[in-house]
């Protein structure tokens, strides 16, 4: 597909839309006068919504042919083809599959062979038996706690189609809960556990002062460890792209944009930003060598660190050095993050000058001690005292699903339920050792079944779990030590894994059941995750695919087995549960003064769009607690920002203390024990969401010799004899990728950046430490949690070493499928 379509977008849907509604022959409401200007497709065109964004498909005789941007998106993401691609690539699993061994050696057989590719073809039939036997026999035998059905990933969006919870949903009715969940997620991990300490919230996932009132009002725009033209594209619902428009609009006024980053990423040269080279992982030390020079310079906002915050004496013991002899002056923190003193120092009093907006990501979270880092941004934005002005503080979702993008007056859609609520109070819940594990903590419990752990607070133990259960999640890529994980896996006994993409988590499973993709069945969600700008009627584009089923009737047909398909099902099929879900969301109409149509007339029209009032383009996030801190506190034990929490204080963890601390991670470039020389920034992808459409014709547009680039700086790459386009090996004591490298200034010397989410190739399969010949940054991460406190993933701790790669390279063989045995 070209470009041209992409640019070019025609406006006959408008017209034609124009037509359907005179057709009606009604003076029309608000809503569908709205949605008829953006919905009707041309013919043969089926609308539909994903991740990154509303689109129209075209089929033709049965084929999906074509992909177009919806109008109503005004940056559609560059990714589109690659959706429409996923649905018939190679790599698509067209029937269901049981691990050769597994099938006749039975559950736990030779482990080795996972990874191996040998697979043998089985009918629906056998195969839905088989799953079932599988669940009632590690129940039986291994008690409530023997399956993980913890489950995560971007599963598709959708309010009825969520596999994740349709998976629970049978394990809570089918098997009365029997299972072992996961709390939290891989992307914000540790700031989602120490916010709450912090600011009362999770404030990761909350909306932010609106793009409108930065752009009238902040003067400095800072991106720290924040790439919002690249993540902006896709949503967890249906992206809106809402934040671009406004992106260009700031870049238009001149005004002063910051990217504190190691690599020169998209934002850095959207805005043509003054661009702060970091070294990795030491944010909290130049965060702190700032607050010193603020504090020194006496230029900290001490009315506003008395009125609104707790704990600001007891940091600053730590901070002049009175407490441990050590004055984080910029000078310290340059030795660290190797910002010039003098820089360090310019910024800091640039920012305390102007209205700033920090504005940051969430990969200095996703590494080890992750937690400090946004404790302390807080704490440097309190010392500026801009919190809660319009344009100044902080904000922690500008780059992630169009936050800052103001929010319409909307009904919201409720989805599917897990089922939970009919097992609460179980009384196995209270007995077992952990019901629930921080998510990213997934090997380390495998391995390590009675081994106890810390939690925000709580001692906990892990389960002995020896099935699982995955839907919508691709764990092969997305978790940590690729080859601890390989290990993790041979202990188990029964791997179930529902995609449709020949994942390497499925190349790793006993029973691979094919679903269908979002394009397959009909579904609803909506549009924005903070605009809640619309409701889309996601149809299905064409019938599912070779023996693709939907993960409803998989999961249903499960439940059966285990004689509870009626509890599951409730007795409504696909359109009746859909029609249920936005008639639910219909009754919040009355109360927000707004008119919906009926659920027939929204499904006809396609999207239901809403308006957006003039006094959501004025929201600046802690406005009401900066207008009044008694009225308006915040949910802290104090009700005020916690500099200091006495509730971290009480935990009494050696991994994190009271107060941000700098706390040196693992390894780091530039640590003193540290071995390997680069840092690995596994920033995510521009033309993927994670892993999904690698195995798509996408990848030809960025693959170096067929392989994930790997970002490398141009002294580093000479002194290396690396030129561009070579294959290259990196590996540490973990494990060991090739990749292709693109020599660039745009990153800084010593670090060099793999993308997450290239798909897993080792050779030989399923082996330790086997080379992987595609380049799945996940062989060269740490697998340890961030601190006894979060427990979050370190995604982003890696240190390796690199060379170009003389040997054989194995072509990658895994954007196939096996055969079919
Ligand atoms: N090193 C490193 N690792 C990271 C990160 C990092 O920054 N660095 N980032 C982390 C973050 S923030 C995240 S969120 C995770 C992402 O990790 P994941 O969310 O696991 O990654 P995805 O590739 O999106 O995997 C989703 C899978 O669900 C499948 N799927 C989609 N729709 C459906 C459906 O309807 N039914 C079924 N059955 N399957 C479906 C897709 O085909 C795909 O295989 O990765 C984490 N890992
Ligand atoms: N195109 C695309 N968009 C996405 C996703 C995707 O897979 N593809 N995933 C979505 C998801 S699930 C999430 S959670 C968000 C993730 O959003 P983030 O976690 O913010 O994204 P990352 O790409 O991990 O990191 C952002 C930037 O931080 C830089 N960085 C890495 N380490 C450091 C460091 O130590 N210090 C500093 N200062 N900078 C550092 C990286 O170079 C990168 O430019 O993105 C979402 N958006
Ligand atoms: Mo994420």
Same mark, same amino acid.
């Given at each position: 597909m070209s470009g041209k379509e992409f640019t070019n977008v025609t406006r006959r849907g408008v017209l034609q839309g124009a037509t359907a509604l005179g057709a009606l022959g009604v003076l029309a409401p608000a809503w569908l006068q709205a949605g008829a200007a953006h919905a009707a497709g041309m013919d043969g065109e089926v609308m539909t919504g994903s991740h990154w964004g509303v689109f129209y498909a075209k089929v033709q005789d049965g084929t999906w042919t074509e992909i177009r941007p919806w109008e109503g998106d005004p940056h559609p993401s560059h990714q589109l083809p690659g959706i429409m691609d996923s649905v018939m690539?190679?790599?698509?699993?067209?029937y269901p599959m049981v691990r050769r061994a597994f099938l006749e050696?039975? /559950?736990?057989? #030779?482990?080795?062979?996972?990874?191996?590719?040998d697979f043998v073809r089985v009918s629906w039939e056998e195969a839905t038996e088989l799953v079932a036997n599988e669940l009632k026999r590690v129940s039986e035998t291994h008690?409530?706690?023997?399956?993980?059905?913890?489950?995560y990933g971007w599963k598709s969006p959708g309010k009825l189609h969520n596999c994740q919870n349709l998976m629970r949903r049978m394990l809570n009715l089918g098997l009365d809960g029997a299972f072992v969940n996961a709390s939290g997620d891989y992307s914000t991990g540790a700031a989602q556990i120490i916010m709450p300490h912090v600011v009362?919230?999770?404030?990761?996932?909350e909306q932010q002062t609106v793009w409108p009132v930065v752009i009238e009002n902040t003067d400095v725009l800072v991106f720290w460890g924040a790439d919002p033209v690249r993540?902006? %594209?896709? =949503?967890?619902?249906?992206?809106?792209?809402?934040?671009f428009p406004y992106m260009e609009e700031f870049k238009n006024t001149g005004k002063k944009v910051i990217v504190i980053d190691p690599w020169r990423n998209e934002t850095a040269r959207f805005f043509d930003a003054e661009w702060v080279p970091i070294r990795p992982h030491t944010d909290v030390a130049l965060m702190l060598g700032m607050a010193h020079t603020l504090y020194t310079e006496e230029l900290h906002d001490a009315d506003f660190l008395s009125e609104y915050t707790t704990g600001f004496d007891e940091f600053l013991p730590y901070l002049t050095g009175?407490?441990?002899?050590?004055?984080?002056t910029a000078e310290w923190a340059s030795d660290i993050c190797e910002v010039p003193a003098e820089q360090i120092k310019e910024l800091a009093r640039l920012f305390q000058s102007s209205r700033t907006m920090l504005s940051s990501g969430w990969s200095i979270q996703r590494?080890?001690?992750?937690?400090q880092s946004h404790w302390m941004l807080v704490t440097l934005a309190s010392m500026l005292? %801009?919190?809660?002005?319009?344009?100044?503080g902080f904000g922690l979702?500008?780059?992630?699903?169009?936050?800052?993008a103001p929010s319409a007056n909307s009904i919201v859609l409720p989805g599917i339920s897990d089922g939970g609520a009919a097992v609460e109070g179980a009384a196995w819940l209270t007995e077992a050792? !952990?019901?629930?594990?921080?998510? #990213?903590?997934v090997v380390e419990m495998i391995l390590n079944p009675g081994m106890e752990f810390d939690f925000n607070g709580k001692r906990q133990k892990y389960p002995e779990v020896k099935m699982v259960y995955w839907v919508g999640g691709n764990p092969f890529s997305h978790h940590q030590d690729r080859n601890q994980m390989v290990e993790a896996w041979s202990k188990l006994e029964t791997v179930v894994v529902q995609d449709f993409q020949w994942t390497a988590t499925a190349r790793f499973a006993d029973i691979v059941l094919p679903a269908t993709s979002a394009y397959e069945r009909n579904d609803i969600e909506n549009v924005g995750?903070? =605009?809640?700008?619309a409701i889309v009627a996601?149809?299905?584009?064409?019938?599912?695919?070779?023996?693709a089923r939907n993960d409803f009737d998989i999961l249903a047909d499960i439940s059966e087995k285990l004689g509870a398909r009626d509890a599951f099902?409730?007795?409504?099929d696909e359109m009746a549960w859909i029609k249920s879900l936005y008639e639910s969301a219909a009754e919040q109409a009355p109360a927000r003064g707004i008119e919906v149509p009926s659920f027939d007339e929204f499904w006809e029209a396609g999207i239901l769009e809403f308006e957006i009032p003039e006094e959501n383009r004025q929201f600046v996030r802690y406005g009401d607690f900066r207008e009044d801190p008694l009225l308006?506190?915040?949910?802290t034990p104090s009700g005020l920002i916690e500099i200091y929490s006495r509730n971290i204080e009480k935990m009494g963890y050696d991994d994190c203390p009271p107060h941000p601390t700098w706390m040196e991670p693992?390894?780091?470039?530039?640590? !003193?024990?540290?071995?390997?020389?680069f840092h690995v920034d596994t920033a995510h992808p521009n033309s993927r969401l994670h892993s999904q459409l690698?195995?798509?014709?996408?990848r030809e547009t960025y693959a170096i010799a067929g392989r994930e680039p790997c970002l490398i700086n141009t002294e580093d790459a000479a002194a290396k004899g690396i030129a561009d386009g070579d294959i290259v090996r990196v590996f540490n004591d973990r494990g060991q990728i090739l990749a292709g490298a693109v020599v660039t200034d745009d990153i800084r010397p010593s670090v060099i950046k793999v993308s997450e989410g290239g798909w897993y190739d080792p050779v030989p399969g399923?082996?330790?430490? /086997?080379?992987?010949?595609?380049?799945?940054?996940?062989?060269?991460?740490?697998?340890?949690?961030? =601190?006894?406190l979060a427990q979050g993933n370190c995604g982003h701790t890696a240190m390796a070493d690199v060379e170009k790669y003389t040997g054989d390279a194995p072509e990658p063989n895994v954007f196939t499928a096996p055969a079919e045995g």
């Open positions: 690539s190679p790599s698509r699993i067209k050696g039975g /559950a736990g057989a #030779s482990p080795e062979t996972r990874g191996a590719g008690g409530p706690t023997g399956i993980y059905g913890g489950s009362g919230t999770l404030e990761v996932y993540t902006n %594209q896709i =949503s967890w619902t249906v992206s809106d792209h809402d934040n009175e407490s441990d002899g050590t004055p984080k590494q080890h001690h992750g937690e005292g %801009q919190i809660g002005l319009p344009g100044g979702s500008y780059h992630y699903a169009n936050g800052g050792g !952990a019901a629930s594990i921080p998510v #990213s903590r995750d903070y =605009s809640s700008r996601m149809k299905k584009v064409i019938d599912p695919v070779f023996e099902t409730e007795g409504k308006e506190p915040l949910g693992v390894e780091r470039l530039g640590g !003193a024990d540290t071995k390997y020389p690698c195995g798509t014709s996408l399923g082996e330790l430490g /086997a080379l992987d010949v595609y380049g799945d940054a996940n062989n060269l991460t740490v697998g340890i949690g961030t =601190s006894k």
